[in-house]
């Protein structure tokens, strides 16, 4: 039979130079195959995951949000990628996949966007934001607990590729990867790491599954199964495409040929990956294992909800936005308004009072800040120049800064204009500096165009 319940591992374009596969292709097949659940577990990105999303509710069936993490541990010894599978099992999770993701893109380790140990505490460990919201997966033959298990035969690939590399004291595997595993499974929570079992042929995977067995038996791990999917059809195209993928990693491109494990990186149905892991594993664990795959894409449960999602403001001095866009306004009215009276504060206030009551302030601190900014940084002729002279960030994107080297050098520039749309009537963004030019109370421009308690769209 065709038939797959879930694929947890699973590879599309987004994948740079690994897999042809577009999403398209890839929720057809699972489609025909009358799967119900299906992750997207791209290297490194969680790029695609929205259109993925459309793509398989549209087909009836549940998307689970991913990626396959690279991993370097500092005290691996040498330099090595580990893989590991993140899913988020809820929004919460989602978020925490996508802090991580964002930020081991700015540490990109010859050119793969890296976590580290600190990365992953920060996102995914007891008290953080994804703790008990994401579940793991040992991933593959690279995967963390298989990095240990097969530390000997890594380190003697890369003592070979550098031989005048320093020598590394290499520990007992067994002991060293039964540590890892505990670590993981603190890290994440003890029922949400998974020991992933895959085998596609390759000679160090039927070395390494079963010593995965034995620690996950040994620390109570529970199974998963999985191919490591990456293109949606067992076809000589698809095999052929996929090579050709591969060999554009390099500086040079490179073909090196189609061996039988590349033929076995499909989408596979559950009677293809059980036949599979029963060459290498007993049928008691190859059928716990199985159950795994179901568990696991019954516990993923992440919908896209569509809210509105705004950052918040935090401004030097630490006021809260409400605190500083008052304070904003009332520094800007003996400028503005000598002539400043009671009826004029009332007004104030009762627009105020509007914007805070709607949660607006935040986004108009921000938008304050840029505007303030881009005046500032008007005045220059290029983003060069300010950066030559200027030399740091601190001092770049810092206006007063620009402000006084442009005011001691009677700098001009293009500047910014008035202001644009109902903004135009709002007395609260004219005293912060966001219109200018216009005086709404001069002109009797109405504020509750721009925002009011029945307006329910973003003020523009």
Known sequence: MSEIYASLHTHTEESVNDSPCSLKELVERAKEMDCKALALTNHGTMVGIYEFYKLCKANNIKPIIGTEAYV?????GFPFRAHLILLAMDNEGYHAIAHAVSESNGNLVKGFPCMTKKMLKKWFGKGSEGHGHVIATSACVQGVIAA?????????NYKAKNPLSADIELKDEFTTACNVAIDYQNLFGKDNFYMELQYHGIEIEA???PVLVEIANKLDIPLCASNDSHYARNSEEDVLRRNITTGLRYDKAVWRGIEQSDRELYLK??????????????EVVVNSAMLGIRDIADRCNWEDVKEEHYPKYISNSGRNAEEYLEALCRA???RLYPDWDDEKEAEFLRQFNVIKTMGFCDYLCIVADYIEYGKAAGRFNSPEEIKEIFKTPDKIFDAKVLNAYADKHNLIGLGVGPGRGSAAGSLVCYLAGITTSIDPLKFGLLPERFLNPDRVSMPN
Do not use: G, Q, R
């Not at 370097?72 to 691996?76: A, F, G, P």
């Not at 149905?269 to 007993?282: G, N, R, V, Y």
């Open 72 to 76: 370097m541990d500092e005290d691996y």
């Open 148 to 156: 240990e298990v097969l530390k000997s035969t890594y380190y003697s």
């Open 207 to 209: 070395k390494a599954m």
């Open 269 to 282: 149905s559950d009677d293809e990956l059980k036949s599979a892991l029963l060459e290498i594993l007993p």
């Open 332 to 334: 800007n009215i003996p």
